[in-house]
């Protein structure tokens, strides 16, 4: 079994800069794609950006593009969300998760990932 820590989270003034890790480790892991997801209180959970394992091909959130850089390193098995330029809006819990299909629907539901990080706290402050 995968298991998955965050780590980066924190709290930072709006325009300035986080980076956030997720690392992977356990059983084989053959993931397909890795992604990131965010949750504000009392909202649901929302896709982020994703990326393939394999080839690096990635997809964002139309309101983090240009903002947030998603990219991975096999070797640590680690994907990073650099996220640049914060906004107020952009407060909540992140979590990064292991999904197994890279299609729309399977890529932008929290349905289409099957093991998931525990979190960590982005709060930006306007």
């Known amino acids: 079994q995968v298991q998955l820590v965050e780590s980066g989270g924190g709290l930072v003034q709006a325009g300035e800069s986080l980076r956030l890790s997720c690392a992977a480790s356990g059983r084989t892991f053959s993931s397909t794609v890795m992604g990131w997801f965010r949750q504000a209180p009392g909202k649901e959970r929302e896709f982020v950006a994703a990326?393939?394992?394999?080839?690096?091909?990635?997809y964002y959130l139309d309101s983090v593009k240009g903002r947030f850089t998603i990219s991975r390193d096999n070797a640590k098995k680690t994907v990073y969300l650099q996220m640049n330029s914060l906004k107020a809006e952009d407060t909540a819990a992140y979590y990064c998760?292991?999904?197994?299909?890279?299609?729309?629907?399977?890529?932008?539901?929290?349905?289409?990932?099957?093991?998931w990080g525990q979190g960590t706290q982005v709060t930006v402050t306007s």
């Open positions: 998760a292991v999904g197994t299909r890279w299609d729309g629907s399977s890529l932008l539901s929290p349905r289409g990932y099957d093991t």
């Open positions: 990326v393939s394992w394999s080839a690096g091909n990635t």
